[in-house]
């Protein structure tokens, strides 16, 4: 079994300044994570995802992601954010072997201040 | 083109009835599921099929059925609808079943049961 952690429901930021969206996860198998935002009225869309390799992950537009095992967390992270990044970030996870099947945490609105 | 659609993108409709939710998508991918959202933006997998057979199926109650006549179909009906029910339902599809595949989601299906 597998669970996903999104301890922080909304993110209020200025525009331009950073932000950290944090994610931890459990899982009694080996996984991979995913971050997908949700721009509203609309489907999930991959930002990023960490299979094996390098700890730390970019991905589209300017996001970024460290995958940290010995505290089980992947937390999602911009030097600076757009107006345009509003949005809600759901990070998930997926067992490493067999059939994919994502388990999503409850998501993190962020919301950018201008 | 739209690779995921979905249709209708909003449904409202009475408890006991039955309604369906199409999905189609346009990537040539062999794998498609159904993911339920509910109003905490929980979002859940319901249903994988890989090559028109089904893979993954997350205790869903029997009221729910998905069908695909072909890999690149996925519809969703479900019978005697609930007041519970009410969420929006995502179609998404990708590449193989497996791990490493990147799902590409439909805009989601708002459906209202009153």
């Known amino acids: 079994a597998q669970s996903v952690t999104q301890l922080d429901s909304q993110v209020p930021v200025f525009e331009e300044a950073p932000v950290e969206l944090r994610c931890n996860y459990s899982?009694?198998?080996?996984?991979?994570l995913f971050w997908y935002v949700q721009y509203p009225n609309q489907g999930l869309q991959l930002l990023l995802k960490?299979?094996?390799?390098?700890?730390l992950v970019k991905g589209i537009n300017g996001f970024e992601a460290e995958f940290n095992k010995s505290q089980t967390s992947f937390h999602l992270r911009k030097p600076s954010v757009h107006i345009s990044d509003t949005a809600e970030y759901f990070c998930?996870?997926?067992?490493?072997?067999?059939?994919?099947?994502?388990?999503f945490g409850t998501g993190t609105k962020l919301q950018v201040i201008p | 083109d739209t690779a995921v659609s979905q249709t209708p993108k909003y449904l409202v409709t009475q408890m006991g009835n039955d309604k369906s939710i199409k999905c189609e998508q346009n990537?040539?991918?062999?794998?498609m599921y159904w993911y339920k959202q509910d109003s905490k933006k929980f979002l859940k997998i319901m249903f994988s099929?890989?090559?028109?057979?089904?893979?993954i199926n997350e205790t869903v109650p029997n009221r729910f059925s998905p069908k695909s006549p072909d890999k690149a179909h996925l519809n969703l009906h479900i019978n005697s609808l609930e007041l519970g029910d009410s969420a929006v339902y995502f179609c998404?599809?990708?590449?193989?079943?497996?791990?490493?595949?990147?799902?590409?989601f439909g805009q989601g299906t708002r459906l209202t049961v009153v």
């Open positions: 998404a599809s990708s590449q193989d079943a497996f791990f490493d595949t990147e799902a590409f």
């Open positions: 899982s009694s198998v080996s996984v991979y």
């Open positions: 960490y299979l094996s390799g390098s700890t």
């Open positions: 998930a996870v997926s067992p490493s072997v067999g059939y994919q099947k994502v388990t």
């Open positions: 990537l040539g991918h062999d794998t």
């Open positions: 099929y890989n090559n028109k057979e089904l893979i």
